[in-house]
């Protein structure tokens, strides 16, 4: 099956020259020249769209979008304990897919094409991804004090069987990681085994890591040493690693986030909207660590909306370092791209338009008010764009968004079902 998106203006191209994109299968097969063979199945108009590559929003918890708007404006310790966990323990598997489907549609409609998820429910974001066709990394939240505590076991056996699962859904475009929770929820025995496990299993490690200035504080006085020094010992970051947060780092902690290789994934709304502060992104890129970023979950953003997550990145960096050219437009578009697709392994595979990447790709309303003139796309999108500007957009080479419809899921339903869900709350 072939797909040409025809007279298409790219995001990194001077303004004004088209390109016609052919896709085959779940790649782009050729820029302008048409592959030998090509069967054309659809035709899609780019003639006044702008193409780039789908974006990785590096960190969230699908689910959590049952969450959105219930609590907020609390100190982090009662947003989280008294409020969102109590909440979680008696939410149904089915109530957490409609939630992972309604956290979906609104990636897909803002133009994310691969997420990173920590979640709680077994199985059922795998289930969205199948159902819905955006890729996802999945890893299964890991707790407990010991490896032999009941959760703990429990949640990893899950984790693990998730996969065989996920091997029975063809139609899912999805890889695992393990997902330790933090070092305040998993202990070091948790921690120890988690990183002998992934080592074992060829997984990477989603965690989040200090995030907070108590986590921090605690780490210090519990353990002797920073956050990011206690993970290394702890073998957390011998292999691949994405850490989210990473908001208190000391000057000892940069050389080691760099020479492990680990990738962090930032997560601005988030950080602010809990009383976190800032992480230091512009020195960590300068320390040549890979940053990424993320929304979070929805109940602590209160969005997924990855324009609206890099606005705010590229603002908050030159306000905090009082320097307008902490993080430009181009650096931006960086870190929410090719970098997300770094962190997750699909560095050489995507992240670019260019014949053999995959086609996870977004098109762009070239003449929305907010992009006028036209001058730089890259601006555009740091500094203008709303995420709604977003018209089409494919994962793998299906198309899950067609002229602002989507294509494989029931919106309404998704609606109902989420109203149905949260009426007991
Ligand atoms: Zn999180």
């Known amino acids: 099956m072939g797909i040409l998106i025809k007279n298409v203006q790219l995001w990194d191209e001077e303004i004004g020259k088209r390109r016609n994109i052919y896709i085959e299968g779940s790649r782009i097969t050729g820029i302008d020249q048409e592959p030998e063979h090509f069967s054309e199945d659809e035709t899609i108009d780019g003639s006044h769209k702008v193409m780039m590559p789908g974006f990785v929003n590096a960190h969230t918890h699908a689910y959590m979008s049952v969450f959105r708007n219930y609590a907020d404006d609390l100190p982090f310790a009662e947003w989280l304990f008294e409020k969102i966990d109590p909440l979680e323990s008696n939410l149904t598997s089915e109530q957490a897919y409609w939630g992972n489907m309604l956290s979906i549609i609104e990636m ?14 077994p199985e059922m974001a795998v289930k969205a991804c199948a159902d819905s066709g955006i890729r996802g990394v999945i890893t299964r939240g890991l707790v407990g004090s010991d490896r032999n505590d009941e959760a703990c076991a429990r949640r990893v056996k899950e984790a693990l069987d998730e996969i065989d699962y996920a091997a029975n859904e063809p139609a899912a475009n999805v890889t695992f990681g393990l997902g330790p929770h933090a070092i305040y929820t998993a202990g070091e025995d948790v921690l120890r085994y988690v990183a002998e496990l992934a080592k074992e299993k060829g997984l990477f490690i989603n965690i989040h890591a200090t995030e907070t200035p108590y986590e921090y504080e605690t ?39 760099r020479e492990s290789g680990a990738s962090v994934a930032t997560n601005p709304a988030s950080n602010m909207k809990l009383g976190n502060g800032f992480a230091p992104v512009a020195r960590m890129l300068d320390e040549g660590i890979n940053v990424c970023l993320g929304t979070d979950g929805a109940s602590s953003n209160n969005a997924l909306n990855m324009f609206r997550e890099l606005n705010l990145l590229t603002l908050t960096q030159k306000g905090v370092t009082k320097d307008t050219t902490a993080l430009n437009a181009e650096t931006t578009m960086k870190i929410a791209v090719e970098n997300g697709y770094k962190a997750v392994g699909l560095g050489k595979k995507g ?32 500094y203008s764009a709303s995420g709604y500007e ?36």
């Not at 260019?354 to 070239?366: F, H, P, Q, S």
């Open 108 to 121: 897909i409609r803002t133009g994310t094409t691969c997420f990173v998820d920590m979640h709680m429910f």
């Open 219 to 257: 780490c210090l006085k519990e353990h002797g040493k920073t956050p990011i020094a206690y993970l290394k010992d702890c073998g957390i970051l011998d292999g691949p690693a994405l850490l989210a947060h990473c908001v208190y780092l000391d000057d000892e902690d940069y050389a080691i986030l």
């Open 351 to 382: 992240g670019k338009i260019e014949k053999g990447r995959i086609a996870d790709v977004i098109l762009l309303d070239e003449e929305a008010p907010n992009f006028q003139p036209k001058f730089n796309w890259k601006a555009a999108f740091a």
């Open 390 to 425: 977003v018209s089409d957009v494919l994962v793998a080479g299906k198309v899950l968004m067609r002229n602002r419809i989507l294509t494989t899921i029931d919106e309404e339903r998704v609606n109902y079902e989420i109203a149905k869900a949260v009426s007991k709350f």
